[in-house]
């Protein structure tokens, strides 16, 4: 179960209740976050809440059965939303694009590549400044020198950062720096690092693991929410199966099953999720359909020449047919 604590609650108020709670054979675990303190309730045995409900100090009270509470649609219904400030919003009604690079190469690409995003209305921008590589003789990003350049040009355009940390003696460097850290798909179940990020108060893009399943997604988000940080959007980002005609399997069931079972926002990387370019467009307009509350997908000037996954790269021109398709698809789904 999951209570909902009332704001100025008493430290006998919380004893009581946590007695009462144990008396009846449920541990507890307290949760302190950025909008409310949580005390979560974990028994098999069955009782009516409404014994606890009556105490002091209980602002809500729910049951949830799902393994995974804090991030579950059945104690919040209504949608969670990321607020990334000056206006740029994610979820709840809020869809927004992200467009960038694998990764970040040079100071002439960020340039180019910001004052494509804002000719656009574009307002967040992807990119990798730790990159994890399945070869170790693969360009690997420029790091934090990387991200603090990329951060003086973006900043000053308006554009927001989302970046991948890798690991959490990473965070404390580029937190001044970044408006979402990306926990990739290879650290989707790094507990340590969802651990450090959960004690974070910054938005998380957490993606789907390569062969994890929705429920290690959400316990994985479970992680994060516990530790103190809401604020988190869950990516699809393909899975990997027995095919392989393209890059990975696009799981489109997922993003309409996520939307059913968490408030958090789900986005889609239709760039990953089937690794062929002249595709990236359709995987990002059938996404949109299935009712995300992003996507974010990879552009670059000169997609031959990019330093990785230039084949899953949309050029600049490419991207802005996308951009525009995405809107009148945002419109017309409004509308059905």
Request: include cysteine; charge should be negative.
């Given at each position: 179960?999951?209570?909902?604590?009332?704001?100025?609650?008493?430290?006998?108020?919380?004893?009581?209740?946590?007695?009462?709670?144990?008396?009846?054979?449920?541990?507890?675990?307290?949760?302190?976050?950025?909008?409310?303190?949580?005390?979560?309730?974990?028994?098999?045995?069955?009782?009516?809440?409404?014994?606890?409900?009556?105490?002091?100090?209980?602002?809500?009270?729910?049951?949830?059965?799902?393994?995974?509470?804090?991030?579950?649609?059945?104690?919040?219904?209504?949608?969670?939303?990321?607020?990334?400030?000056?206006?740029?919003?994610?979820?709840?009604?809020?869809?927004?694009?992200?467009?960038?690079?694998?990764?970040?190469?040079?100071?002439?690409?960020?340039?180019?590549?910001?004052?494509?995003?804002?000719?656009?209305?574009?307002?967040?921008?992807?990119?990798?400044?730790?990159?994890?590589?399945?070869?170790?003789?693969?360009?690997?990003?420029?790091?934090?020198?990387?991200?603090?350049?990329?951060?003086?040009h973006a900043?000053?355009?308006?554009?927001?950062?989302?970046?991948?940390?890798?690991?959490?003696?990473?965070?404390?460097?580029?937190?001044?720096?970044?408006?979402?850290?990306?926990?990739?798909?290879?650290?989707?179940?790094?507990?340590?690092?969802?651990?450090?990020?959960?004690?974070?108060?910054?938005?998380?893009l957490l993606?789907?693991?390569?062969?994890?399943?929705?429920?290690?997604?959400?316990?994985?988000?479970?992680?994060?929410?516990?530790?103190?940080?809401?604020?988190?959007?869950?990516?699809?980002?393909?899975?990997?199966?027995?095919?392989?005609?393209?890059?990975?399997?696009?799981?489109?069931?997922?993003?309409?099953?996520?939307?059913?079972?968490?408030?958090?926002?789900?986005?889609?990387?239709?760039?990953?999720?089937?690794?062929?370019?002249?595709?990236?467009?359709?995987?990002?307009?059938?996404?949109?359909?299935?009712?995300?509350?992003?996507?974010?997908?990879?552009?670059h000037a000169?997609?031959?020449?990019?330093?990785?996954?230039?084949?899953?790269?949309?050029?600049?021109?490419?991207?802005?047919?996308?951009?525009?398709?995405?809107?009148?698809?945002?419109?017309?789904?409004?509308?059905?």
């Amino acid at each position: 179960m999951i209570i909902q604590l009332e704001k100025n609650i008493t430290e006998a108020q919380s004893e009581k209740l946590h007695q009462r709670l144990e008396a009846i054979g449920y541990s507890t675990n307290d949760v302190k976050t950025q909008f409310a303190d949580y005390l979560i309730g974990v028994g098999k045995k069955d009782f009516d809440i409404r014994a606890i409900g009556t105490l002091e100090g209980i602002r809500d009270i729910h049951r949830v059965s799902d393994a995974y509470k804090l991030v579950s649609k059945k104690w919040k219904v209504n949608d969670s939303q990321i607020d990334l400030g000056d206006g740029v919003k994610i979820g709840a009604g809020d869809f927004q694009m992200m467009a960038g690079p694998c990764s970040i190469e040079t100071e002439e690409q960020i340039v180019a590549t910001v004052e494509h995003l804002v000719k656009n209305g574009v307002k967040i921008m992807r990119g990798g400044v730790y990159k994890p590589r399945s070869s170790p003789y693969s360009f690997r990003g420029l790091g934090i020198d990387g991200l603090k350049l990329w951060h003086q040009h973006a900043s000053a355009a308006g554009i927001k950062i989302i970046t991948e940390v890798m690991m959490s003696e990473q965070i404390d460097e580029m937190i001044d720096y970044v408006d979402i850290f990306q926990i990739g798909a290879r650290n989707s179940q790094n507990f340590n690092l969802l651990d450090a990020i959960g004690k974070v108060d910054k938005p998380v893009l957490l993606k789907r693991g390569i062969s994890g399943t929705m429920d290690e997604l959400l316990q994985a988000a479970e992680y994060i929410f516990s530790n103190g940080n809401e604020k988190i959007m869950l990516c699809e980002r393909g899975i990997r199966t027995y095919e392989n005609g393209y890059r990975n399997t696009m799981d489109i069931n997922a993003m309409a099953m996520l939307k059913e079972k968490t408030h958090l926002p789900v986005i889609a990387d239709p760039s990953h999720g089937i690794g062929v370019r002249k595709f990236v467009d359709k995987v990002a307009l059938a996404s949109m359909m299935v009712g995300v509350d992003g996507v974010i997908f990879e552009v670059h000037a000169t997609p031959e020449k990019a330093y990785s996954d230039g084949q899953q790269t949309l050029s600049f021109t490419e991207a802005e047919k996308l951009y525009e398709q995405l809107r009148k698809t945002e419109k017309f789904r409004s509308e059905i």
